[in-house]
């Protein structure tokens, strides 16, 4: 079992960045891979991006490719979620979530994760 904790959201104006990060307890992170998630008010969740777990994969959604960067840190048991050029479209809760599943294909679906952190809140202003 994993527990996560989400840290680095807060206002940022528009084509702005942010940092988010998600520290995980337990010493079994690397064994996870993990996702970025946000849901915006009076939207379903939508994933953001994957890594798994040597962070040789990743994938991103089409609408925040080559804008954000996930990456982790097994030694520190920590996930990153680099976002720049942030539009107010993407003011929503971020989540990061943990998944024991092994799939080759990135873990899409928020379904196939086990683990959720609490989110924290990004607001983009216009």
């Known amino acids: 079992q994993v527990q996560l904790v989400e840290s680095g959201g807060g206002l940022v104006q528009a084509g702005g960045s942010v940092r988010l990060s998600c520290a995980a307890s337990?010493?079994?992170?690397?064994?996870?891979?993990m996702g970025w998630f946000r849901q915006a008010p009076g939207k379903e969740r939508e994933l953001v991006a994957t890594?798994?777990?040597?962070?040789?994969?990743?994938y991103y959604a089409d609408s925040v490719k080559g804008r954000f960067t996930i990456s982790r840190d097994n030694a520190k048991n920590t996930v990153f979620l680099q976002m720049n050029s942030l539009k107010p479209e993407e003011t929503a809760v971020y989540s990061c979530?943990?998944?024991?599943?092994?799939?080759?294909?990135?873990?899409?679906?928020?379904?196939?994760?086990?683990?959720w952190g609490q989110g924290t809140q990004v607001t983009v202003s216009s």
């Open positions: 979530a943990a998944s024991v599943k092994w799939s080759l294909l990135p873990l899409r679906n928020s379904d196939e994760y086990s683990y």
């Open positions: 337990g010493r079994t992170f690397s064994s996870y891979a």
């Open positions: 890594i798994n777990r040597s962070s040789g994969r990743t």
